[in-house]
Structures are given as structure tokens and as C-alpha cells.
């Protein structure tokens, strides 16, 4: 079947601008994760979702950064004026029910900020 | 969650086995241990998971000491395809609905 989606797989964006990026995850998939990865490093965590409520967003690392997926099945990650610093590869991820279940990723969404 | 320890690096002959190790010493009685794999330009990749006993699957065998304080990833007969960088990720149920804490994970190079 079909894995998580994600696009644009690529965004340029110029300092200043606003971007969304799009995370269609697996049908039926419950829970919803965003992470951030910068070059060299691990995933983050930034924001989960269950169905449509955002139930953590303690790893969003300022009120530029705003996710959401109102009907509990895409989401997306909105990132206003954008800045140099939020240049990485945003990764979204689905699990089919909360709990200890794996999670499948999509292939991320490389930002880059100009 | 408990913090983790693995090597920044590995190699391994192609056909032989890879063996990554992971302490996680401070891992509380209900904290399972997880192991997720990223291939060059590709999302994470769940592999396995334990939380006490030793557990084996299509991809990989995951060994726990009795003691819970280290773990080792066993990829049976390594290919080409394997060259990843191997996160080891010890979790515990929280608001964050178990998301995962990866660090810097070790990266397994595996040669002709």
C-alpha cells in the first residue's frame, strides 16, 4: 500500500517568506509526528497529532512554526518568515493507533533558506 | 527518556554480520528499546523493538542484557543496502503519543 507522502520534496525559500509543507500519511493512521533534521544530526520532535487534535507541541522552536491537520488525516507544517536557521529536512511520520506501535516516515521535505 | 550510547561509526564485510551495540544504562523497567535506520536522502526506517527479551524479525535480531543496561543490534548478513546511519532509541509512553528521541545514532558503512 501506499507509504507516507510528503511535498514539495524540495522548497527554496528566500529569508522572510512563508512556506507550507504537506504530509498526506498512511490511510487510517491515527497519530501524526513532525520532526526536524538538521545536516549531520538526528530527527527532532517537533509536534504530534492525534486524529485532529495537536496534543504536543513542545518541540516547536518558535511561533514562526505552526502545524496543523484539521481533519485528522493531512497535515501540514507552516513556517512564517522564514529564517537561515530553519533550513533542514522536515520529516512527517504516522503510526496507526498511540502507543508503542512503529512509525513510518516519509521521504522529508528539504528546506532551504536563502 | 533514558539517554543512549553508540559508536559514531562501524564497518562491516558485505555477507558478514554487523553488530551495533547501544548502553542505555538508565533505562527505567518500562522503557523499550527501538531501533531505527536512515538511508542516505530517506525518512527513518523502523527495524525492531524490545522491551526485555530478545526478539528477531525479517531485518534484524535485537539482543537485551539481563540487566536492560545494553543492547546489540545483529544484522545477520550484511549487503550494500544496509549502509545506514542506525539510531538505538529508548522510550517511554508520554503526552508526545511515544515520540522518538533519536540522537546521533552510529553509521554503518558496509564494503564490497
Known amino acids: 500500500g501506499a507509504g507516507v507522502s510528503q511535498s514539495p520534496r524540495y522548497k527554496v525559500a528566500k529569508r522572510g517568506q512563508d512556506v507550507a509543507l504537506r504530509c498526506d500519511p498512511i490511510?487510517?493512521?491515527?497519530?501524526l509526528f513532525w520532526y526536524q533534521q538538521a545536516l549531520g544530526q538526528g530527527p527532532e520532535f517537533l509536534t504530534y497529532f492525534q486524529n485532529e487534535a495537536q496534543l504536543d507541541k513542545s518541540g516547536l522552536p518558535s511561533d514562526r512554526f505552526f502545524a496543523e491537520r484539521p481533519e485528522g488525516s493531512v497535515s501540514t507544517l507552516k513556517i512564517q518568515r522564514t529564517q537561515q536557521e530553519d533550513s533542514a529536512v522536515y520529516l512527517c511520520?504516522?503510526?496507526?493507533?498511540?502507543?508503542?506501535?512503529?512509525?513510518?516516515f516519509g521521504p522529508g521535505t528539504r528546506l532551504t533558506v536563502t | 527518556d533514558a539517554k543512549t550510547t553508540q559508536p559514531t561509526s562501524m564497518d562491516c564485510a558485505e555477507g558478514r554480520a554487523a553488530n551495533l551495540p547501544c548502553n542505555h544504562s538508565?533505562?527505567?523497567?518500562?522503557?523499550?528499546v527501538y531501533w531505527y535506520r536512515q538511508i542516505h536522502s530517506q525518512g527513518p526506517q523502523y527495524i525492531i523493538h524490545g522491551l526485555k527479551n530478545n526478539e528477531t524479525n525479517e531485518m534484524a535480531s535485537l539482543i537485551i542484557t539481563e540487566d536492560r543496561k545494553s543492547s546489540t543490534l545483529i544484522l545477520p548478513h550484511a549487503t550494500l543496502r544496509d549502509t545506514a546511519v542506525y539510531y538505538c532509541i529508548v522510550r517511554v509512553p508520554s503526552n508526545s503519543g511515544y515520540a522518538l528521541n533519536f540522537g546521533k545514532g552510529t553509521s554503518l558503512l558496509v564494503t564490497p
Open positions: 490511510s487510517g493512521h491515527v497519530s
Open positions: 538508565t533505562i527505567s523497567g518500562n522503557e523499550y
Open positions: 511520520a504516522s503510526s496507526l493507533v498511540r502507543g508503542q506501535y512503529e512509525q513510518y
